[in-house]
């Protein structure tokens, strides 16, 4: 028989399949929600058509949304999703205190109030545990972890709340005259389990302008999801199989080999987070918001502040604002002005996890820019030729390239073995070979290196081409990446690498 | 609903559809290439086909000792196959195998997992070229962490398909924590009495905290072959004397560029 009618004459099938429809709609820790998953695209149908409908009125579609949002969350991080209510309610309460209060002081202490409640929360479920082991390294008692789950996402949400309260407080905004309206802008699920980053000037005005989406927001907006699924499901999760063997046991790899894997989980990083941040733009941009850029071909970058001027612009823009400003900036000095970005990068490594290397690694990164900032007026005397650029690329990716071992590897002397394998054990003579066994793993490396070079002109006609392509075209387009997806999808569902932060 | 929206509504749905009728439906292929179905037939079956599982392969069943089997005297052309474990656990077997007059091959391949010997024919090779009539398998120390090791059952199944009549036991990984069900799951696919568990042994382990030293692994293998008289098919299996020494069986290494 060419199809199966698999529930047709069998009651217990039919039984079978409704309850493991019904049991897709509940959280499993081990199944989060997706934006490449089918589930995720199969509750999207549902969620489009009563979206449009109530788009016309904003109060409507305010509530939608949130109920919506909120469910994502729950899928994606169970009960948790009661906190983020929480938080929401007292965020904008204290807002409000902040708005309605005339002395500064009692206004500042409200603020860090808040603050304080947010990082208190984050600190918790993120940190407790990191800084229990250092104590009872220190005193040398038996170190019990705490039995806590980081719920999904908590760094991303953090963060835009402490910046819509330090806001409030500066004058920059005025808080939302509906608790509702906040929660849209904390839990809008595009942006919520991994980000962008969102800021409250610049999100809020849209919920209030509630404009309708055209037909090139919309299918921008698909653009923008093929190349983010092609990017995170196809590529990084192709290539993050390989990757795996080399950072799980280094020892048993040639330097060839390590080098490859180091370049791949540099590429493989970027893919991921990219990806995942192209499909959250897209989807907004579908439902008529602007999140804006959060990648900006960071690997063309010629320093080191320009690499975090195109990295996850979002939390560089964030931590420069509400971190590196308020320490001071470049306001006090030259020693300040290196301290304060060493001390910004110590906290965005920070962020990332709670572990001491995602601190070495900030760190690593804080040296970095103040070596690039102290060696400025040197570097700006030195004509600007193509191989001054090219020797400037070169040491910028590799020096980015080095330090993610020491994020992704499981320890600091995983990292150095990794490091000294690509020095001691190298030889030129393994590539060919390399290249014959892994054909498809540089297959895609090649596309991807392609993809991150070509000018962003190039890409941004191509999605013009999309968007004016006939329906069918589009629908092609869409079921072949999704095929590919289908094709090289691992076993294992391949975590998405910022999902915890 | 109005367009743009419908568009896109149409767009998304008629993919999904077109995926979903797929995964019920034949396999197509275009030459040698089989177009690969998303997994909704899986996804909506999924509590049945794991209840056929546990129906016809009870996890206690497959590790309970058999009655009691005539030991079989015939001496054995072994081949014993797997990840970066074999080779240590090849060294100690090929001491048994000198004391009890078998021969033995083993093939090496770091890195492997059930996927990647299912996947391919070496299996099947290097059985007919070693001529074997017994096979240790070592694999699932690389598939020990994995969230839903039930997805493995198929390469597994394919692995002792390859097998097919050919006495075996399949030595289960050495944990080094617990594991998320992958004994379990090779402990129900193999036949009664040719799995050994080996997630309860304590083992001294190399600097990386994962491979047994050569010691330990020595150690494991007196371990399976102490175990042997009460496995499905049990083969001349006494422990070599002092006269044996340090045996270097032929081993092949798979592992490209590996060192």
């Known amino acids: 028989m060419l199809f199966e009618i698999p529930f ?25 929600l997706l934006f490449s998953s089918g589930f995720f695209w199969l509750l999207f149908i549902l969620f489009l058509p009563v979206y449009a409908l109530l788009k016309k009125s904003k109060a409507k579609m305010v509530v939608f949304v949130v109920c919506f949002s909120l469910y994502f969350y729950y899928k994606s991080s169970g009960l948790f999703f009661l906190m983020l209510l929480a938080t929401s309610l007292i965020d904008w309460s204290l807002s409000h205190a902040i708005a309605r209060l005339q002395k500064r002081g009692v206004r500042l202490a409200v603020m860090w109030l808040s603050i304080i409640i947010s990082l208190s929360i984050l600190g918790y479920f993120k940190y407790a545990n990191f800084f229990l082991w250092n104590w009872n390294q220190m005193v040398e008692g038996n170190f019990q972890p705490l039995d806590l789950v980081l719920p999904v996402g908590i760094s991303f949400y953090t963060f835009q709340s402490i910046s819509y309260v330090v806001d409030v407080y500066k004058g920059r905004i005025s808080p939302t005259s509906s608790w509702l309206d906040y929660l849209f802008f904390l839990s809008f699920f595009p942006a919520l389990v991994a980000g962008p980053i969102v800021r409250a000037d610049y999100f809020l005005p849209q919920i209030q302008e509630n404009r309708a ?57 970027y893919c991921d987070f990219s990806g ?58 030259t020693f300040r002005t290196y301290l304060n970005n060493f001390l910004t990068m110590l906290i965005g490594g920070l962020w990332h996890g709670a572990a001491w290397k995602f601190v070495f690694w900030g760190a690593m990164h804080g040296v970095g820019l103040a070596i690039h900032k102290a060696c400025k007026p040197w570097l700006g005397r030195i004509p600007d030729n193509w191989f001054v650029s090219f020797v400037s690329w070169l040491l910028t990716f590799v020096y980015v390239s080095l330090l993610w071992v020491f994020f992704r590897a499981a320890d600091f002397e995983s990292s150095v073995r990794i490091i000294s394998n690509i020095f001691v054990d190298f030889d030129w003579r393994q590539f060919p070979q390399f290249f014959e066994v892994r054909m498809v793993w540089c297959i895609m490396m090649l596309a991807l290196i392609v993809m991150h070079f070509v ?26 990446v999704v095929q590919l997806v289908v094709e090289f999808m691992s076993e294992e569902v391949v975590p998405f690498i910022y999902f915890q932060f | 609903m109005k367009s743009p929206y419908a568009g896109l509504w149409l767009i998304v749905a008629l993919a ?46 497959a590790s309970t000792p058999v009655e009691e089997q005539t030991v079989d005297s015939v001496p054995k052309s072994i081949l014993i196959i797997g990840d970066s474990m074999t080779f240590n656990l090849a060294l100690r077997l090929a001491q048994y195998a000198k004391q009890n007059g078998h021969t033995i091959h083993a093939v090496n391949w770091d890195s492997s997992n059930t996927k990647i010997w299912a996947e391919s024919d070496t299996l099947e090779y290097f059985m007919k070229k070693y001529d074997a009539d017994f096979v240790f398998i070592s694999l699932g120390s690389n598939e020990l962490y ?66 047994p030293t050569r010691q330990a692994s020595a150690e494991w293998i007196d371990s399976v072959m102490r175990w042997m008289p009460a496995s499905a098919h049990p083969i001349l299996a006494d422990r070599p004397d002092s006269t044996v020494g340090r045996v270097n069986p032929n081993i092949v290494f798979l592992k490209a560029l590996n060192k």
Not at chain 1, 291 to 300: A, K, R, T
Request: glycine share 8%; charged share 20%.
């Open chain 2, 146 to 211: 994995f969230k839903k090791p039930e997805t493995r059952l198929p390469y597994v199944k394919r692995i002792l398909e390859v097998i097919d009549t050919v006495p075996y036991v399949w030595i289960g990984p050495p944990n080094w924590e617990e594991d998320t069900g992958v004994n379990d799951m090779l402990q129900r696919a193999c036949r009664r009495g040719s799995f050994f568990r080996t997630d309860g042994m304590k083992l001294a382990r190399k600097k990386d905290k994962i491979h």
């Open chain 1, 455 to 480: 000018p962003q002109s190039w890409t941004d006609a191509c999605g013009r081409l999309y968007v004016r392509s006939p329906w069918i075209v589009k629908l092609l387009v869409f079921a072949v």
């Open chain 1, 213 to 269: 989406a055209t037909k090139d927001d919309v299918f921008g907006g698909l653009w923008l999801i093929v190349i983010g699924i092609i990017k995170k499901a196809v590529i990084a999760d192709y290539i993050a199989q390989y990757n795996d063997l080399i950072f799980n046991d280094p020892s048993l790899y040639t330097g060839v080999q390590t080098l490859m894997g180091v370049l791949g989980y540099t590429m493989q990083i």
């Open chain 1, 8 to 32: 047709i004459g069998h009651a217990d099938t039919i039984g079978q399949a409704l309850r493991n429809i019904g049991n897709m709609f509940l959280y499993d820790p081990e199944a989060p």
């Open chain 2, 16 to 61: 999904l559809a077109m995926f979903l009728t797929y995964s019920f439906s034949q396999d197509i292929s275009l030459g040698s290439w089989t177009v690969k179905k998303a997994p909704f037939h899986d996804a909506l079956l999924a509590e049945e086909e794991a209840m056929e599982d546990s129906l016809s392969l009870d996890s206690l069943y």
């Open chain 1, 276 to 333: 995942y941040s192209d499909m959250a733009i897209g989807l907004a941009l579908i439902m008529g918001f602007r999140l804006g850029i959060n990648f900006d071909s960071p690997y063309q970058s010629r320093n080191l502040t320009e690499f975090w001027r195109r990295w996850h612009i979002s939390l560089s823009s964030w931590l420069r604002d509400y971190v590196y400003i308020p320490l001071g900036g470049n306001r006090k000095g």
